[in-house]
């Protein structure tokens, strides 16, 4: 097996670094990766930001009620952006533009650049011995994160990564068999036998793991999760800005 | 530099490959590493569709006006994937998920899953000497490749990828600077002159490369491209597969 595939197989998220610092050539290293990911018709749809301001840090750990947001190497937030194609456009270019700017189509255009930019970042990073978290949690309070980094409109804030040493290597969580998530030419509809299969995997995994032991299973965490209605704000929030609203 | 970098740093989009097959171990540790990328709140909410059947692909590759979505060594589809976690869901539990899932935020949990376990297969084929496409052209008619798959609801084709061995290796497409691209701390909202910069090193890329060769910049590109309405149709079609409603 190649190295590249060990690293793609090794991941785990980190949540916990040393004080080991990153330098300045391993971010540059980490961004210029993500920008080599593909982008869809060239568009470079997304802004990586990094944020080094501890006071801006410890708003983003209280956003997210994550600690290691503030304790980490590096932070990014990576962003849709629509906002640099219209740097030039004229008043009446700009009308024109909207209809895109506005649609579904390039909600998920611009999230699915930024998304791409942000795996290679991940293996990027993970490739160098760092470790990586995603950080989703900053949603939780969008609009407090788009003020905070002064986000013009057709710029949005998806997700937060950190990055740094590991400071100990967790167990790997299992995923789905490939069976439960590949399917040839149409859709498998029943995925009770999968699902089964996966629920008795986790339940060992849960029961074993060396910390934050519980019995659980994948889809009893997901029927619970999704019980209780979650960052129902992020439309209003996803419209202000100027994308989804046509 | 590691080897993991050399092949995030050296990737071009393949669209044409020679008549050398790809082995199911090849196929099958594409969707491992795929599957091994992070994924919000442990979810996993996508589904890797393989497309097999020669008619299915000419069909895609009708749709997307491309032919080398017919020929290739293999053809996925990536579609965000809220279905399963209903499977064992009473029609309580249903009812109560649904506010979930018809938000802005799992359409972008959904998307964003999709694409990071996406660029990992990208990598993943890469590392293995193998090429590879992004195919966005799927939703050029979605509500097709939608039929086509039989997908069920809260499942929606984002876009394809196509892999094969590389007929040859194009140049690289440039990309914005770091400066044009990465902000500290607060966005920077005068981007003229990176986009100058950038724009200048886009015309002679145009200008002296092997195949295409035209007189354009990027800004020039981006302002065609934005200036009609595309895929309208994305919108409607998101919201009648239960996403995206609220």
């Known amino acids: 097996m190649n190295e590249t595939l060990q690293t793609l197989l090794n991941h785990r998220s980190i949540r916990a670094f040393t004080d080991e610092k990153v330098t300045d050539?391993?971010?540059?290293?980490?961004?210029?990766?993500?920008?080599?990911?593909?982008?869809?018709?060239?568009?470079?749809?997304?802004?990586?930001?990094?944020?080094?301001?501890?006071?801006?840090?410890?708003?983003?750990?209280?956003?997210?009620?994550?600690?290691?947001?503030?304790?980490?190497?590096?932070?990014?937030?990576?962003?849709?952006?629509?906002?640099?194609?219209?740097?030039?456009?004229?008043?009446?270019?700009?009308?024109n533009?909207?209809?895109?700017?506005?649609?579904?189509?390039?909600?998920?255009?611009?999230?699915?650049?930024?998304?791409?930019?942000a795996q290679n970042a991940a293996i990027a990073a993970e490739s160098m011995g760092l470790g990586m978290c995603f950080i989703g949690s900053i949603r939780n309070n969008i609009q407090q994160v788009d003020s905070l980094l002064s986000l013009p409109s057709h710029v949005i804030p998806l997700f937060g990564m950190v990055i740094g040493y590991p400071e100990k290597q967790p167990e790997q969580k299992p995923r789905l068999s490939r069976e439960g998530i590949y399917f040839e030419n149409e859709y498998k509809q029943d995925q009770t036998t999968e699902l089964?299969?996966?629920?008795?995997?986790?339940?060992?995994?849960?029961?074993?793991?060396?910390?934050?032991?519980?019995?659980?299973?994948?889809?009893?965490?997901?029927?619970?999760?999704?019980?209780?209605?979650?960052?129902?704000?992020?439309?209003?929030?996803?419209?202000?800005?100027?994308?989804?609203?046509?």
């Not at 982008?39 to 750990?61: F, N, R």
């Not at 659980?216 to 979650?230: A, G, H, I, V």
Request: glycine fraction near 2%; aromatic fraction near 10%.
């Open 25 to 95: 050539e391993q971010i540059f290293a980490i961004i210029e990766a993500a920008q080599m990911a593909s982008t869809s018709s060239y568009m470079q749809a997304y802004t990586i930001m990094g944020v080094t301001d501890e006071d801006k840090k410890a708003q983003l750990a209280r956003i997210t009620g994550q600690d290691y947001v503030q304790h980490n190497a590096h932070l990014f937030i990576f962003c849709a952006d629509l906002y640099r194609h219209q740097q030039k456009a004229t008043k009446e270019q700009k009308d």
């Open 97 to 117: 533009m909207l209809a895109n700017l506005e649609n579904t189509e390039h909600l998920l255009v611009s999230s699915i650049d930024a998304a791409l930019a």
């Open 196 to 246: 089964e299969a996966f629920d008795d995997t986790i339940r060992e995994y849960y029961k074993h793991r060396s910390q934050n032991n519980r019995k659980d299973s994948w889809t009893e965490q997901m029927l619970r999760r999704f019980q209780k209605p979650m960052r129902m704000d992020v439309s209003e929030f996803v419209q202000s800005k100027g994308f989804n609203k046509r």
